[in-house]
Nanobody, 124 residues
């Protein structure tokens, strides 16, 4: 089973991107999916999370109101819709999934699955 984040790219400030987190080999049923990002020279930080069962979401203050996490129609994809992007949103974005998430720690070892990241670059 693998996770893969995709959809990154270069966008101007104020623009939008939609990232996808896809699981191969299983569905997300029963999982919490967390999104993180890491900017060059900075610590990895929490972005937001979604519980597949029920679809409840929670966001970091830095992205609240601009980013939205949603479930895909297939049970193995989650999306991160990013609007009103700012240069400070530039980072590699990662997704992770686990069945027993209480809080989304940034330690990859805490998750059943941790995906390869996708680079988002926001130009000013």
């Amino acid at each position: 089973v693998q996770l893969q984040a995709s959809g990154g790219g270069l966008v101007q400030a104020g623009g939008s991107l939609r990232l996808a987190c896809a699981a191969s080999g299983r569905t997300f049923s029963g999982y919490t999916i967390c999104w993180f990002r890491q900017a060059p020279g900075k610590e990895r930080e929490f972005v937001g999370r979604i519980k597949w069962s029920g679809g409840s979401t929670y966001y970091a203050d830095s992205v609240k109101g601009r980013f939205t996490i949603s479930r895909g129609n297939t049970k193995n994809t989650v999306f991160l819709q990013m609007n009103s992007l700012k240069p400070e949103d530039t980072a590699v974005y990662y997704c992770a999934a686990d069945r027993n998430v209480i809080a989304c720690t940034t330690d990859p070892l805490a998750y059943d699955f941790w995906g390869q990241g996708t680079l988002v670059t926001v130009s000013s």
